[in-house]
């Protein structure tokens, strides 16, 4: 089970820090994602980490923006996002993937957060 929480509104410019809580099987043995759908738009990748948190990657247009860390004590993975944009309001979305290592692909993550609304104001 994946609950994401630490969405909200904010100007331009701003940060905001989206957590994700996971419990149900090891945490520290699956890579984990971040995904956000915008309004009238497909979901797309925003970031992931391996299980030990050693390797990310992320969609370019968030590349110095945002980070992705966890914490395999607490099972929490975090997205650090900073100098938000307009266009990234979305819904966004914690994943757990089927293995330990980081992925894009939607396809790889077996289970799903409900999701957290971030709203970026001009």
């Known amino acids: 089970q994946l609950q994401a929480s630490g969405g909200g509104l904010v100007q331009a410019g701003g940060s905001l820090r989206l957590s994700c809580a996971a419990s149900g099987r090891t945490f520290s043995n699956y890579a984990m994602g971040w995904f956000r759908r915008a309004p009238g738009k497909e979901r797309e990748f925003v970031a992931t980490?391996?299980?030990?948190?050693?390797?990310?990657d992320y969609v370019d247009s968030v590349k110095g923006r945002f980070t992705i860390f966890r914490d395999n004590r607490e099972n929490l993975v975090y997205l650090q996002m900073g100098s938000l944009k307009p266009e990234d309001t979305a819904v966004y979305y914690c994943?757990?993937?089927?293995?330990?290592?980081?992925?894009?692909?939607?396809?790889?993550?077996?289970?799903w957060g409900r999701g957290t609304q971030v709203t970026v104001s001009s």
């Open positions: 994943a757990s993937a089927r293995g330990g290592s980081r992925s894009r692909a939607t396809g790889e993550y077996v289970y």
């Open positions: 980490i391996s299980w030990g948190g050693s390797y990310t």
